[in-house]
């Protein structure tokens, strides 16, 4: 099976089949006395990321829904791997959850040989809550002004063009290792400590290139930092209708998204995950989280526990395939 094959089957997977999960479960009722008290949600990834960008959006309204604020802390470094730990050790009474993308949930476990903690086993899903719509971009003042003409410059000068990354298998490493694996070129990865950190590199032309969460660099885009060149989704987006998608401009069949999902640590009640499940699901249909999601480049979804759980099992073993078969590791 190819390398094509393989990357529109996980867009399938992880943006179609999720697509479904649109509607929420039934709302459920909330254990007695839950939440009476702030609920903290460690993202193991930067301020300012796509997932952070995400999270903040729907906890602000989820806050007022519930009469409970949701603290938002941010805990990044190891590509996640240190606040996905934080999440998993904490008591299990749903005033500790986590925002993850799946690079933590299915990236991070195909790539690590020794983890602290099993998504499967040491984690209760809660909801998909967005889908990331991806883009490639590169400095302003760089030559390239397509995917067409990163991969020639790439060809030209093999392992000379560098990209940077939110660290040894974050999605934007696995996304141009996929993107370089299709295209037969060479690039140099240059791991940052988070997402946002490696866009500012693009902007600050310490890198050539990056793939990135539109949420991430839709700031640096408007403010001309960094100039996107391409989009990782199947058709042009609406507010970037001027930018080609990857796959009509260098590389046909290409496509990436990533998850913001919310998990709670093992253990925690299932009328509280129900709760929050059913919440964000609320928070999701509520027309302006919608639309402050839709203009950052995210696509609200929203899922039941179980629903999530299935997907993350899926897309663990789909990308566990990519990974081997395009000889990924985390060094």
Known sequence: MNTRMNSRRLHTIGLLLL???????????????????????????????AVDAAARIVSEKVSRNIGQSIIIDNQPGAAGLIGADRVAKSAPDGYTIGGFNDSIMTMLPNLQSKLSWDILKDFEPVSLAATVEWGLVVPSGAPEHSAADLIAAAKRAPGKLNYGSGGNGSPQHIAMALFASQAGVTMTHVPYKGATQAAMGVGGNEV????????????????????????????????????????????????????????????????????????????????????????????????????????????????????????ITAE
């Open 19 to 49: 697509g479904v999960f649109g509607s929420a479960a039934a709302l459920a009722q909330a254990p007695a006395a839950y939440p009476n008290k702030p609920i903290r949600m460690i993202v193991p990834l930067a301020a300012g990321s």
């Open 208 to 327: 050539n290139a990056a793939f990135q969460g539109i949420a991430t660099v839709s700031s640096l885009v408007k403010a001309g930092k960094v100039r996107l060149i391409g989009v990782t989704t199947p058709a042009r987006m609406p507010q970037y209708p001027d930018v080609p998608t990857v796959a009509e401009s260098g590389l046909p069949g290409f496509e990436f998204n990533s998850w913001f999902a919310v998990m709670a640590p093992a253990g925690t009640p299932k009328p509280i995950v129900q709760f929050l499940s059913a919440e964000i699901g609320k928070a999701l249909k509520d027309p302006e989280v919608r639309d402050k999601l839709v203009v950052l480049g995210l696509t609200p979804r929203g899922s039941t526990p179980e629903q999530l759980g299935a997907a993350t099992r899926t897309q663990l073993a789909r990308y566990g395939q990519l990974i081997k078969q395009n000889g």
